[in-house]
């Protein structure tokens, strides 16, 4: 159960102020009670520590945005916040808050906060302090970001611990989660918080997979920017896409409003939140048998189309042995001791609509070459089948046939499946790749 309080109640109790009838009805007026709300919702605020994190929305064009908020009996609040707004850094700033009455209890941030008020402020930031995002300043039109100051107060938990505002302007659910007292060190959580997001969804990674409930397929991106677009795969990717903003929680991502995405057959459906699952993979709250991650091993590579460079430090067991008698037959042969591979990737060829293994080696002081071998990849499982194949041209050709080192780099990788692994199954930029006793890792460029 939960203990409510509607727009339309308190409304309501408001104008029985000027009724003769409310104090035999009630015992105490509907002014009375409505600063008593106050008081109430006051003391919930700023109980067991007064540190909340604030789940705030804007508009519908941006994504959610975390705030920590310490409320402080003498009327003052800290508030902590890292976002683009303000540089990608973490920064503090008190200001005041107050609850005042307003067709019920409303809390007011009622001093300006730079951290906060930016939201709700018209103005185009200009100068050294303007955001920029790529380097470029980030331009506010005039209109800022339409976002509210005052919420009122629409929701308390029965265990006091999470609170529904309504914004008055924009009218968007902003929801307050209380931070256990022994949290003191806001940085800390905040920090612990953008290491999750960045964990979580990867911008070199932007196309991903969602398997509903039924069983379809639907191709989602934008997830890096907290607007999410989907639409399905088997559909009309122009008129079939659907839009939401959401914000990352602590248990997986919740939209600001359901998002209604649309089947291939035109069915209508929604989104409403998900919830962690595995390796930063998500399923729906409400649905066990659904998921939200860049798919399998194949469907990362093919969606995707990035480069992915090998990190030559990773290598491992007898894919380390393989590598090392590598380098050392280039050695021999050219008599250079610094001879070596400077650079292997994985790489896109848009031509060939094929991936290509991309060798880059050094042969003397001044001289280098590269190979190219056209490489496939399939799922297998939960595995992966690695395919080198057909040498991109010539000169690769005849390295090939020159380094028997790699020829045996080439059998060991082509000879069985490979596991892979990743930290996050929504953006694996980092994937390390294994087989027998060796493995290496690859990193998305």
Request: charged share 25%; proline share 2%; with cysteine.
């Amino acid at each position: 159960m939960k203990k409510s309080i509607y727009l339309a109640a308190v409304a309501a109790l408001a104008l029985t102020a000027c009724s003769n009838d409310s104090d035999s009805i009630f015992d105490q007026s509907a002014a009375d009670r409505l600063e008593q709300f106050k008081k109430d919702y006051a003391k919930v605020l700023t109980a067991d520590g007064g540190l909340w994190t604030m789940e705030y929305f804007s508009n519908e064009e941006e994504p959610g945005y975390l705030f920590i908020m310490k409320f402080d009996e003498n009327g003052s609040v800290k508030i902590g916040a890292n976002h683009k707004w303000i540089g990608n850094t973490y920064k503090e700033e008190t200001s005041l808050w107050k609850m005042i009455a307003d067709n019920g209890p409303v809390l007011s941030f009622n001093s300006y906060n730079n951290l906060f008020h930016i939201f709700a402020d018209p103005a185009n930031i200009t100068g050294s302090e303007a955001p920029k995002e790529d380097d470029e300043d980030i331009n506010e039109t005039g209109y800022g970001h339409n976002g509210d100051y005052e919420f009122q107060v629409m929701e308390v938990s029965e265990d006091s611990n999470t609170v529904r505002l309504l914004g008055k302007k924009r009218l968007i659910n902003i929801y307050l989660h209380r931070l256990d007292a022994s949290t003191t060190d806001m940085k800390t959580y905040m920090d612990e918080y953008k290491q999750m997001e960045s964990s979580l969804f990867a911008k070199v990674i932007p196309n991903l997979k969602f398997v509903d409930a039924d069983g379809e397929t639907y191709m989602v991106n934008g997830c890096n920017t907290g607007v999410m677009s989907i639409y399905p795969e088997a559909g009309d990717a122009v008129d079939q896409t659907r839009s939401g903003n959401f914000i990352i929680t602590n248990s997986g991502i919740r939209f600001m409003e359901p998002l209604e995405y649309v089947s291939a057959s035109g069915e209508e459906k929604q989104l409403k939140e998900f919830k962690f699952v595995g390796n930063y993979g998500l399923a729906l709250v409400d649905s066990e048998n659904t998921l939200l991650s860049a798919g399998s091993f194949e469907d990362i590579m093919m969606r995707n189309k990035r480069n992915w460079k090998i990190d030559l430090k990773s290598f491992n067991g007898s894919l380390k042995t393989a590598m090392d008698a590598f380098k050392q037959q280039l050695v021999t042969l050219y008599k250079y001791n610094s001879a070596g591979v400077q650079d292997m990737s994985f790489d896109y060829e848009i031509s060939k609509e094929s991936y290509v293994l991309r060798i880059y080696v050094r042969i003397s002081n001044k001289g280098y070459e590269t190979y190219k071998y056209l490489v496939s990849f399939s799922d297998v499982g939960d595995n992966v089948k690695i395919r080198i194949g057909d040498s991109y041209d010539n000169n690769s050709q005849l390295a090939l046939n020159a380094y028997s080192e790699l020829q045996n780099i080439f059998a060991i990788l082509n000879s069985s499946e490979l596991g892979y692994s990743t930290p996050s199954d929504c953006g694996p930029k980092s994937i390390t790749l294994s087989i027998g006793d060796g493995s290496f890792t690859i990193n998305a460029l």
